[in-house]
C-alpha cells in the first residue's frame, strides 16, 4: 500500500525567507504526486502535480517542486515565502490503479514571520 | 460554475442519530469522493465513485455508506453516529487521472 511521509508537523520561516517543505513517499508503479495548499476553514486548493517528465514542477503562486526518484521524495520549494502563504499544505500520492484515490501526508502547517 | 458544493457546512448530532452529507459537482466529472480529515493525519478516503452507479471502499469505510444515482451527486450517509465520527468531511471530484478538485468541507460534531 502506498504511504506519505511529511516529517515536519510545523514550520516556521520569516518573510522574504526561502522555503522547502519535505514530503517522502511510498509506491511501487511510477508515482502520480500532488501537493495541496489549505488555508483556515477552506478546502484544499492544488498547488501542482508530477505526473512524469520533466522532473522540476511549476505551480501556481510561485511554488515548485522536484521529484527525485532515488530519494522517493517531492519536496516543495519557495524562493521568497510572503505571508499570505502561512497555510497547511499536503503531499499527496495518486493510485491509478483505484480509481485515483490519494493518499495524503499528515499535513506541514507554516507560519510565516514579519 | 460552482465547482464541487457540500450541503451542510455545520452539523451537531447526537450519538445514535443518522444524516446524509451532500456532493455536487457541476464539472462533469466520473470520479468522486469522500474523505475525513482528523487533526494531525491528513485526509483519509472514506468511500469513492468512477462512475453513476459505483461505489467502492477507501481505507476508512466502516460506518459510513454512500451512494451515486446521479453522475453529479455522491452522498455520504451515517447511519448511527459516534463520536468517533466528528470530524470534518470533505467531497472531491476528479476526470479520472488528472487532479482531485476539493469542496469547501462539513463540519460535523457528534456529540
Known amino acids: 500500500a502506498q504511504s506519505v511521509t511529511q516529517p515536519d508537523i510545523h514550520i516556521t520561516v520569516s518573510e522574504g525567507a526561502s522555503l522547502e517543505l519535505r514530503c517522502n513517499y511510498s509506491y511501487g508503479a511510477t508515482p502520480y504526486l500532488f501537493w495541496y495548499v489549505q488555508s483556515p476553514g477552506q478546502g484544499l486548493q492544488l498547488l501542482l502535480k508530477y505526473f512524469s517528465g520533466d522532473t522540476l514542477v511549476q505551480g501556481i503562486k510561485g511554488f515548485e517542486a522536484e521529484f527525485k526518484r532515488s530519494q522517493s521524495s517531492f519536496n516543495l520549494r519557495k524562493p521568497s515565502v510572503h505571508w499570505s502563504d502561512a497555510a497547511e499544505y499536503f503531499c499527496?500520492?495518486?493510485?491509478?490503479?483505484?480509481?485515483?484515490?490519494?493518499?495524503f501526508g499528515g499535513g506541514t502547517r507554516l507560519m510565516v514571520k514579519p | 460554475n460552482a465547482g464541487v458544493t457540500q450541503t451542510p457546512k455545520f452539523r451537531v448530532l447526537k450519538t445514535g442519530q443518522s444524516m446524509t452529507l451532500l456532493c455536487a459537482q457541476d464539472m462533469n466529472h466520473e470520479y468522486m469522493y469522500w474523505y475525513r480529515q482528523d487533526p494531525g493525519m491528513g485526509l483519509r478516503l472514506i468511500h469513492y465513485s468512477v462512475g453513476e452507479g459505483t461505489t467502492a471502499k477507501g481505507e476508512v469505510p466502516d460506518g459510513y455508506n454512500v451512494s451515486r444515482l446521479k453522475k453529479q451527486n455522491f452522498l455520504l450517509g451515517l447511519e448511527s453516529a459516534a463520536p468517533s465520527q466528528t470530524s470534518v468531511y470533505f467531497c472531491?471530484?476528479?476526470?479520472?487521472?488528472?487532479?482531485?478538485?476539493f469542496g469547501p468541507g462539513t463540519r460535523l460534531t457528534v456529540t
Open positions: 472531491a471530484s476528479s476526470a479520472q487521472i488528472y487532479e482531485q478538485y
Open positions: 499527496a500520492v495518486g493510485d491509478l490503479n483505484a480509481g485515483n484515490m490519494l493518499t
